[in-house]
């Protein structure tokens, strides 16, 4: 175990205290969202989200905005659990030891906002945090980690207080924008940039949003970053957190997956797959777990059917959806590049962004017609949605349409949404009003 004032040196170019830090471009309603949440004195803040969407760059933003309004800087603390020097002593001792080398070198009373990077590294942290909580220690805690363990009810019954969680998401487009100079704060400036606008959306569903890779040029860079952002989320986050023997196959899972964003997929058909690649029997709990543990780090996001009935809702087949397209055209195997399902999955990102995953569904009916999004609220469903590229073809329109309308009649609700390349405005069929919006100008709003 590494003594407090080695603990300090490697620490101390991490912290405010230290040097000065980088905090890159301020996400704004995140922040907000954090200095709210702070005011609640017992309760504990959890920033959870993808790897690489921003978590650590936030949290020191936070800390920043604390000491521009008057706290020490020596009343920060940051500590990241994937700090390599660290790494090898991560336990419950470890905690300890990093807190008392804190109070005892650098503050040792006044109150203190604490970050603990990656929480989920350390074994039993939860017991820590409980303790610190009776002992009434004179601190803030905001935890961050690239799991949705840490927002779990389970974890909320072992600790004293709440945990007010806030999921980040790579960057949303007009995010996307702005981290390209791009800011559309007049009324008329989505007429007069319409072009370069255009042209960045293209960027956004070829690249994504992970902020690293936005300030990227140069094209083969990006893809490489976006390869070992997929690296580190399948070995670090899955593999070694899970403790998976069988890595080619979680490896081989995790892209077939990603092969099939914007498709119904189930455990069964995964299975299937992978033992025709491996040759070997694979147990049908490891490829669900597996598909758990993907959601779980945020890589992937599965969309159950809409139906009255839990049941079928729990046996049939979800849609999954990619956490950022940049992963999909990196990682998938594809010999096109299939424009109209890299819209949907975009649409299906800043749909979990707004709403959240259990507000979502999709529709099917017993003859294959099928709606891309349901938005339910309360008992009902409140908006329905089909995300068409090409809505211009006769065939395509016919089909799309013909699926919302019977959505429409069989769950009774009129707001209807087609998101198209570029299409625009209003048509009524059959009573009813169906309204058309391009994809760049929807995610803008």
């Given at each position: 175990?590494i ?13 405010y ?31 959870t ?6 978590k ?5 933003q ?17 500590v990241?659990?994937e ?23 650098i ?20 017991k820590?945090a ?34 007010l ?16 100079g791009?800011?559309l ?22 690249y ?18 976006l ?11 899955i ?28 455990a ?5 797959i ?9 147990s ?8 758990d ?12 059917i ?5 049941k079928?809702?729990?046996?049939y ?17 594809r ?7 890299l ?14 995953k ?7 009916s017993?003859k ?16 329905m ?6 809505i ?7 089909r ?7 959505a429409?009649?069989e ?5 209807l ?6 299409k ?9 009003k169906i309204?058309?919006?391009?994809l ?6």
């Open positions: 175990m003594d407090k004032k080695e603990i300090i040196a490697v620490l101390a170019p991490l912290n205290w230290g040097k000065d830090q980088d905090t890159g471009f301020n996400r704004e309603d995140y922040l907000k969202t954090i200095e709210k949440f702070s005011k609640a004195k017992e309760d504990i803040i959890a920033i989200g993808v790897r690489r969407a921003g650590t760059y936030l949290s020191k936070f800390l920043k905005l604390l000491i521009k309004k008057g706290i020490a800087k020596e009343q920060t603390f940051y990241n659990f700090e390599p020097k660290i790494e090898p002593f991560l336990s419950l001792d470890l905690l300890d030891n990093i807190y008392e080398a804190y109070r005892t070198i503050n040792k009373e006044d109150f203190a906002y604490i970050v603990l990077d990656e929480i989920q590294n350390i074994p039993q942290w939860e820590w409980r303790i610190m909580q009776e002992k009434k220690e004179n601190i803030k805690l905001l935890i961050t980690g690239s799991s949705s363990k840490l927002l779990s009810k389970e974890l909320s019954t072992v600790l004293t207080g709440r945990i969680g806030i999921n980040i998401f790579p960057l949303d487009f007009k995010e996307f924008l702005n981290f390209k791009l800011e704060n007049k009324e008329y400036s989505l007429l007069t940039q319409k072009k370069k606008i255009l042209r960045l959306l293209n960027e956004y569903i070829n994504g949003g992970f902020p690293k890779v936005a300030l990227e040029k140069d094209d083969a860079v990006k893809s490489q970053m390869k070992e952002i997929f690296e580190g989320i399948i070995y670090r986050d593999i070694s957190r899970y403790r998976i023997i069988n890595t080619i196959v979680a490896r081989n899972a995790a892209e077939i997956t990603l092969n099939n964003f914007s498709s119904l997929i189930s069964n058909n995964l299975r299937n992978l033992m025709g690649l491996s040759k070997k029997k694979i049908p709990n490891f490829i669900v777990n597996l598909l543990h993907l959601e779980k780090t945020f890589l992937i996001c599965q969309i159950p809409f139906s009255y009935k839990i079928e809702q729990k046996l087949q979800k849609k999954v959806y990619c956490i950022d397209n940049g992963l999909i055209n990196a990682i998938a195997f010999f096109s590049r299939d424009i109209g399902k819209y949907e999955n975009t649409v299906a990102i800043e749909l979990l962004k707004r709403y959240g259990e507000k979502l569904f999709y529709w099917k017993g294959h017609e099928e709606v891309d999004f349901l938005i339910k609220e309360g008992l009902k469903i409140k908006r949605i089909q995300v068409c590229y090409n211009e073809e006769r065939d395509i329109k016919k799309e349409i013909k699926a919302l309308l019977k429409s009649k769950l009774k609700c009129k707001d949404l087609v998101i198209t390349e570029e625009e405005g209003e048509e009524k069929i059959e009573r009813n309204k058309y919006i391009p760049w100008k929807w995610l803008l709003e």
